[in-house]
Structure formats: C-alpha cells, structure tokens
C-alpha cells in the first residue's frame, strides 16, 4: 500500500513536486526575456526620441548640437549635449536636446542601465553621441581652450541611413560613456580616448543606435577597431563594448 501524506500519496507528491519545477523552468526565463523586450522597446523609443531632438536643433541652428564645449566665467562649466555641469562635478543647467524633449530626464535614460555617471556631476543616462564626426569637442587645455570643433552643419550629412547618431555607450566593466567615438582615430589623435567611446552591447548582446535618417536599430558588432591591440581592448572591456564597425563608416556621414 502507497503512504499517504495530507491525503495526497508520495508519488503524487513527487510527481507534483517535479511538474512545478518543470513550469518554473519554462516561466522565468520567459518572463525575463519578456522583462529585457520590454526594456529593450523602451531603450529605442528613447534614442528615437532624442533623435528627433537633435534633428529639430539641427534645423533651428543649422548644425548639430556640440557634444562639448568648455567655459572659463571665473569658474570652468563644462556645456555637453545633454546637461550642463562645472568642473568639480555639480550639476548646473540641462544640455541643448531639453528644449526639444518631451520629459527629457526619463528619455535619456536607458532602462537597462544602473551603473556609474557618465561624466562628472551628471546623471547616469548610458547613452552617447557621436562626437567625431556629427558633434563638435571642445579639447580641454589647462588654462586655456583652443581648436573647438562645431557640430557639422545639417546640410553636410550625406550618408543618413548608415551613420550612427547616439546609441548605447560603453567605455568599461559596467560603466558608460557619452562620447561615441570612431575607430580610426581620424579626429582625437589619442587612442586611449578613442577606445574609452565605444557602444556597450548590454540588449541581450545588442547595442541599439540611432541614425542621422531617424530610424533605430540594433546593431551588429562588436567591432574591435583596426588599430586595436590588448591593452586598448582590455581597457574597453571587448566583447561587452565595441565599435560599430572597424573603420570610420558607421560614424563619418560625409
């Protein structure tokens, strides 16, 4: 005869027991790949959004909006694309897409990212811009400035469809950059700085970029860069980040 247990008997229990860990094994991986979609819809919705943004700023000034720039009025405030701080880290004013943003402060966020601040003083965002060749950056000189670069002029940009305008930053083990910067080191002359703005590849192992044309997608990649070597793929933390191409393409809209 079969022991019963609270008028169930062990075999049932046993088979019970093993139906809910075979559910449970099929639900939760589900319902996190349902979690990760949803972050995933909103990640693009977001760089959709701040697209647009530029483009309308784009528009109004004739060029996109400086990923940089650095001001000396008795105190140095450093004015980036997205919020304006000072030196020493206090969060000042926000940056130029805010006027052109519908609740910019959720908008340049990216829900699947919790990590450190991009840049002294502001709030984690995770997202970049493309400042080699789309944003201007201003180089930052002790006691003085020099050499500022514009953003490019609307007009400019030829290659619409193929060339990124803000996507997911990555610059090391869990932490962000808002720097997008090309591979091939055409602009920067430092290599160190060009492998600290590569994209994080943090949506199931897809970046998401957003295009001069408008349109959002995920990219494929990662790139390592044709001038790569270990330290500099070490510092990037390759494979979680990388570029979007090995050479300038994905990045130079001329």
Known sequence: MTAR????????????????????????PALRGIKSGSRSAACIS??????????????????????????????????????????DGRLVSPGALWSFTDDPGAVQQCPS???????????????????T????????????????????????????AQVALFGDGGISAGVANKFMRAPLNTVEGSLPIVYGGGQAFRHQLATHVAYLDLHVAAAPGPFSGTL???????????????????????????
């Open 5 to 28: 247990r609270g008028g169930f008997t062990i075999i049932e229990l046993i088979v019970a027991v093993a139906v809910v860990t075979l559910l449970l094994g099929v639900l939760v």
């Open 46 to 87: 977001n760089l959709r959004q701040m697209s647009v943004a530029a483009q309308g700023y784009a528009l109004e000034h004739s060029f996109f909006p400086p990923a940089i720039r650095y001001e000396n009025d008795g105190a140095v405030t450093n004015v980036s694309w997205d919020f304006v701080t000072t030196f």
């Open 113 to 131: 990212y919790h990590g450190p601040t991009n840049f002294s003083g502001d709030p984690h965002t995770g997202y970049n811009y493309n400042t």
């Open 133 to 160: 060749f789309v944003g201007g950056e201003g180089p930052f000189m002790s006691w003085g400035w020099e050499n500022f670069r514009p953003g490019v002029r609307y007009s400019a940009c030829r290659r619409t």
């Open 228 to 254: 790569a070597t270990d330290s500099l793929l070490a510092q990037m933390d390759y494979p979680r980040n990388g570029f979007l191409s090995d050479d300038d393409r994905c990045y130079d809209p001329r």
